[in-house]
Every structure is written in C-alpha cells, then in structure tokens.
C-alpha cells in the first residue's frame, strides 16, 4: 500500500506539471474566442468534449483499479 501512494503521490505531481506546461505554451497561441470562425469554434469544442470524456474514462478506470 505504501509504494501505491507514493506511486500516487508522483503520478498526480507530474500530471499536473505537464497539464500546466502544455496549458500556458497553448495558451500563448489561442486567438480569443471572439476571433475564431465557426469552424475554429466547432474544433475547439470538439477537442474539449473529447478530451473531458478521456479524463472521465480515466477517473473510471481508475477507481476501479482501486476498488478492486
């Protein structure tokens, strides 16, 4: 149990190290909302909803790896 949490405790660290890290380089880039065609809009959009279903699958796949 004591090598899951460090496994945890590391694994959170670096996640949100590398989610902030991509968040600010993309972050530079992003023309505001206001500014982006339809297209853009439905991309970006698209992009966000798959990739909340991705993080959802992993908080699933996650809890079941610990619950079991």
């Known amino acids: 149990m004591e090598g899951y949490a ?3 405790a590391v694994g959170v660290g670096a996640g ?3 989610g902030v890290s991509i968040g600010i380089s993309i972050g530079k880039k992003q023309k505001p909302w ?3 065609s339809e297209g853009e809009k439905k991309a970006r959009i698209g992009i966000i909803a798959t990739l909340s279903v991705l993080a ?3 908080v699933v ?3 079941i790896q610990l619950l079991s």
């Open 6 to 8: 460090i496994g945890l």
């Open 61 to 63: 796949v996650f809890l």
């Open 56 to 58: 959802l699958a992993g």
């Open 16 to 18: 949100i190290a590398i």
């Open 34 to 36: 206001s500014e982006m």
